[in-house]
Structure formats: structure tokens, C-alpha cells
């Protein structure tokens, strides 16, 4: 990934005379102080949220695999016919 960051002249000329003192590039310089200091923070990869990986309850499972609760309404269907119902 290619980025651009703005560096102070000051410190650009410190980083590149500590490569060198090193014997690496400026760029490896960067990406080696970069990732020893993500990983001293412990950052990980975002986790998956709670409603993604919640299971559904064996028991409904086992009926929704059973095809035993196809074709039926789900409550705002109930909800709607009786609002109809009031309503007349």
C-alpha cells in the first residue's frame, strides 16, 4: 500500500541518517518502527459483531430445517390485519 505522509524536515533528516547508520532504506526504517509499535499496542483485526455470530436455539433450528415453520406470517403481517380490523 502506498501512502503519503507529511514529515518535518527535522525529523526526515534524523530517520534517514539512522538508516543509513543502519544500513536500510528510510522506507524500511518506517515500516519496521510502524509495525513494532502497532504491535506493542496490540491491535487486532476488528471482531465479527455479536448479532453476526449469534446461533439460532437447537430446538428452532431443528423446526426451521423441518420445513415446520414455512407458509406462515410473521407479526407484522398479524400486527397489520389488526390494524385493518380496527379500523373498519
Avoid at 17 to 24: C, D, L, S
Avoid at 38 to 52: D, I, M
Wanted: net charge positive; hydrophobic share 35%.
Amino acid at each position: 500500500m502506498k501512502t503519503t505522509v507529511d514529515i518535518p524536515d527535522a525529523l526526515y533528516r534524523k530517520a534517514k541518517i539512522q538508516a543509513v547508520r543502519e544500513g536500510t532504506t528510510l522506507k524500511n526504517l518506517i515500516v519496521s518502527t510502524l509495525s513494532k509499535r502497532v504491535e506493542a499496542k496490540g491491535v487486532q483485526e476488528p471482531r465479527t459483531p455479536y448479532f453476526a455470530r449469534r446461533k439460532l436455539d437447537p430446538a428452532f433450528s431443528a423446526l426451521v430445517e423441518a420445513g415446520k415453520l414455512s407458509g406462515g406470517s410473521d407479526a407484522t403481517d398479524a400486527i397489520s390485519e389488526d390494524r385493518d380490523r380496527a379500523s373498519s
